[in-house]
T-cell receptor, first 114, second 113 residues
Framework: DGGITQSPKYLFRKEGQNVTLSCEQN?????MYWYRQDPGQGLRLIYY???????QKGDIAEGYSVSREKKESFPLTVTSAQKNPTAYYLC?????????????FGSGTRLTVV | GDSVTQMEGPVTLSEEAFLTINCTYT??????LFWYVQYPGEGLQLLLK?????DKGSNKGFEATYRKETTSFHLEKGSVQVSDSAVYFC????????????FGEGTQLTVNP
C-alpha cells in the first residue's frame, strides 16, 4: 500500500545535539511538507518542497534544515539552534499541481529533548 | 491572506448526541475545503472534502457542505460515538498550483459513554 513512513516514532535528544527525522513516501507525490505540533495547538509549517532539489521556508524555519535529493525522501534536521525542539513532528505529501487534493500525513515523530 | 477559523474547544458530548463543529474561512477565489481528524498519538487523516460551492463531503457519518455565501464548511454528525473522540481540523487549499493547505487551530472532541 502507498503511504508515508516517518521514523522513528519516538526520539530522544540531548541538548546541543542535531537530530534528523526521516520521511519517505511511495505515493509519487511531487510536494512534501514538515509541520510541528505542540500540545493542544494547531499545525505550524516548518519547510516544504514542491520539487526535487528545491525547498522553501515555512512559518517557523529557524533552527531547522531540510534536503530533497530524491522525490521519495524529505528528511528534517533539528539543529542545536532550535531553542525549543520538544514537539510532535508531522510529514505530509501531496500531488502538488492538484489543489483539490489535500495532504497525506505520516504517523509522526515525537521528539523529546532531555 | 488565507485563514481558517474553527469553533473553540474542547467539545464534550454524550454518546448519540448531535455534533456540529463550526468552520469559517477567508480566501480569494474558489478554494477546496477539507476536514481532517487526528486520533490520539497519530497523524492526521483526511475525513472529507469539498471542491466547489454547494458540494457536500461525507464519510463515516460525518458531513460538511461548502457554503460560499457564508464562507463556511461546518462539520456535522447525527449521532456520535466514543470512537469519534479526536481532534478535528478544518483546512483550505487555494486553486492556484503550488498552493499550501491552511489549517484551523483544531477542535478537541470528547464523547462520553
Amino acid at each position: 500500500d502507498g503511504g508515508i513512513t516517518q521514523s522513528p516514532k519516538y526520539l530522544f535528544r540531548k541538548e546541543g545535539q542535531n537530530v534528523t527525522l526521516s520521511c519517505e513516501q511511495n505515493l509519487n507525490h511531487d510536494a512534501m511538507y514538515w509541520y510541528r505540533q505542540d500540545p493542544g495547538q494547531g499545525l505550524r509549517l516548518i519547510y516544504y518542497s514542491q520539487i526535487v532539489n528545491d525547498f522553501q521556508k515555512g512559518d517557523i524555519a529557524e533552527g531547522y534544515s531540510v534536503s530533497r535529493e530524491k522525490k521519495e525522501s524529505f528528511p528534517l534536521t533539528v539543529t542545536s539552534a532550535q531553542k525549543n525542539p520538544t514537539a510532535y513532528y508531522l510529514c505530509a505529501s501531496s500531488p502538488d499541481r492538484l489543489s483539490t487534493y489535500g495532504y497525506t500525513f505520516g504517523s509522526g515523530t515525537r521528539l523529546t529533548v532531555v | 491572506g488565507d485563514s481558517v477559523t474553527q469553533m473553540e474547544g474542547p467539545v464534550t458530548l454524550s454518546e448519540e448526541a448531535f455534533l456540529t463543529i463550526n468552520c469559517t474561512y477567508t480566501a480569494t477565489g474558489y478554494p477546496s475545503l477539507f476536514w481532517y481528524v487526528q486520533y490520539p498519538g497519530e497523524g492526521l487523516q483526511l475525513l472529507l472534502k469539498a471542491t466547489k460551492a454547494d458540494d457536500k463531503g461525507s464519510n463515516k457519518g460525518f458531513e460538511a457542505t461548502y457554503r460560499k455565501e457564508t464562507t463556511s464548511f461546518h462539520l456535522e454528525k447525527g449521532s456520535v460515538q466514543v470512537s469519534d473522540s479526536a481532534v478535528y481540523f478544518c483546512a483550505l487549499r487555494r486553486e492556484t498550483s503550488g498552493s499550501r493547505l491552511t489549517f484551523g487551530e483544531g477542535t478537541q472532541l470528547t464523547v462520553n459513554p
